[in-house]
């Protein structure tokens, strides 16, 4: 039987400053060694550069390197033809298909903690790259009602 991993106060703090303060463009998250908490792995800066497609691959190309399951909150910019510049945080659940099968069980059954925690409604899911190339993740934004 597998235990929710709990979410410590920090993975919230810094959640708030991407979300209130735009001061991080990305965090990445992943289990603890002993998979009882998340812990922030990365937390990458907003950077004033509006190059939203050269920013997400960055981000892309980190993620898409690991092995162990990850997730990741993104600040994704866009355009919506006829309606103007918009921004949607997105949660991203990268379990790569090179996951140990144990930590892709926990992951099935840990991700909604953490993104409940966060209160963020969007969500993606990965385990091949193709899952979450930019123009992948701003069609299903795009698609959002």
């Known amino acids: ?9 920090v993975c919230v703090d810094v959640f708030t400053d991407l979300k209130l303060y ?5 965090i990445l ?5 002993d998979k009882t908490n998340f812990v922030v792995d990365a937390a990458e800066l907003a950077e004033s ?9 960055k981000f892309y190309t ?8 990850y997730f990741a909150v993104y600040d994704f910019d866009y355009e919506k033809p006829g309606e103007g510049y918009r921004n949607k945080i997105i949660f991203i659940s990268w379990v790569s298909e090179k996951a140990d099968v144990q930590d892709k069980m926990i992951s099935a059954t840990s991700k ?9 409604s969007f969500q993606i899911e ?10 992948q993740v701003l ?7």
Do not use: H, Q, R, W
């Not at 735009?22 to 990305?26: A, S």
């Not at 069609?139 to 009602?145: F, G, M, Y």
């Open 62 to 69: 980190e993620l898409t390197c690991k092995n162990d399951p």
């Open 22 to 26: 735009k001061k991080y463009k990305y």
């Open 139 to 145: 069609n299903k934004v795009l698609s959002i009602k």
């Open 112 to 120: 909604e903690v953490l993104k409940t925690k966060l209160d963020i």
């Open 29 to 33: 998250y992943k289990f603890s060694n």
């Open 1 to 9: 039987m597998f235990l929710n991993v709990l979410v410590p106060d």
């Open 49 to 57: 550069d509006d190059n939203n497609c050269k920013e997400y691959y």
């Open 126 to 135: 990965g385990t091949i790259a193709n899952d979450i190339e930019f123009k």
